[in-house]
């Protein structure tokens, strides 16, 4: 049974930072493309960042420069690092994992980002 579990979102001022965290079980982790999705009230989910099985990184313009999306394939956890945050990356975000074309999601972590 895949699951993934996200953790780490939280209220943070402008300028500052969190790292989100996906424990994932139930799949080959280090097999497959993961992803960072986030989504606000009203918008589509949108893809933030993902990490190939061979690791290359891609992210979307509206964080490049500002995070970071690893992984620890021994812990089979996903991360993202987000540095300088603003208000409009106040969003839940969620993990994704994409195996083999069947789509898995978390259930989310919300991040706030307010003075």
């Known amino acids: 049974q895949v699951q993934l579990v996200e953790s780490g979102g939280g209220l943070v001022q402008p300028g500052g930072s969190l790292r989100l965290s996906c424990a994932t079980s139930?799949?080959?982790?280090?097999?497959?493309?993961m992803s960072w999705y986030r989504q606000t009230p009203g918008k589509e989910r949108e893809s933030v960042a993902a990490i190939t099985r061979s690791g290359t990184t891609t992210y979307s313009d509206s964080v490049k420069g500002r995070s970071t999306i690893s992984r620890d394939v021994y812990v089979k956890k996903l991360y993202l690092q987000l540095n300088s945050l603003k208000h409009e990356d106040t969003a839940v975000y969620y993990c994704r994992a994409n195996l083999g074309g069947l789509l898995y999601w978390g259930q989310g972590t919300q991040v706030t980002v307010s003075s």
């Open positions: 139930g799949f080959s982790f280090s097999s497959y493309t």
